[in-house]
């Protein structure tokens, strides 16, 4: 979710989550002794997602409702500051 939120498209997102995955998985040695492992890999997956919506704009599916696609909008709008803070307090959990 937390790298759908700045993409709007859900391919991007999952491909971007996997390869941070795979990333950290690489460098394990590193990650694995890190506190919050999740700390690593969250920069890199919204790093790639940012880079592959930059690419291709970010998707608005069909089937979104009119409330999804306001969401995705307002989201569409914020810098790049703005929508991670807000990703970080409100789907993250973190202060």
Known sequence: MQSLAPTGDLD?????????????????????????????????????????????????PRAATEEQMQVLDGLSKLSDTQLRTLLLAHLAALP
């Open 12 to 60: 991007v997102s999952r491909s971007a989550v996997r390869d941070a995955y795979v990333a950290a998985y690489h460098h394990w040695r590193k990650v694995g002794q890190m506190a919050d492992p999740e700390s690593w890999v969250r920069p890199q997956a919204w790093g790639r997602a940012h880079r592959r919506s930059r690419v291709r704009p970010a998707h608005r």
